[in-house]
């Protein structure tokens, strides 16, 4: 089994930050893309930020100047490095990957569980 694990979520007031993390485990040969989504109260889910394996980054334009997707190949896990937040950020952050369980098998994708982020004074 793959288990994607996020962390980092909270309360912050507007214009601080937080970082989210995400770890992959389990039974993993390879991992391609891995990215951000969020999903707010009443609304669709959309992309925040998606990172591939040699580093080429992608940003929701609603984001791009204060987040930063990174990534670390070694340890199987993504960050997202939220600055200057704004109210309009509050949703449950979800971490994505591609990931490959065995060389013969398929790329499948992947959905951590989500951890909440509240922007609010």
């Known amino acids: 089994q793959v288990q994607l694990v996020e962390s980092g979520g909270g309360l912050v007031q507007p214009g601080g930050s937080l970082r989210l993390s995400c770890a992959a485990s389990g039974s993993i040969f390879s991992i391609n893309a891995m990215g951000w989504y969020r999903q707010a109260p009443g609304k669709p889910r959309e992309l925040v930020a998606t990172i591939s394996t040699g580093g080429s980054t992608n940003y929701a334009d609603s984001v791009k100047g204060r987040f930063t997707i990174s990534r670390d190949n070694a340890k199987s896990t993504v960050y997202l490095q939220m600055n200057s937040l704004k109210p309009e950020d509050t949703a449950v952050y979800y971490c994505?990957?591609?990931?490959?369980?065995?060389?013969?098998?398929?790329?499948?994708?992947?959905w951590g569980q989500g951890t909440q982020v509240t922007v609010s004074s």
């Open positions: 994505n990957a591609d990931i490959l369980r065995a060389y013969n098998s398929r790329w499948l994708n992947w």
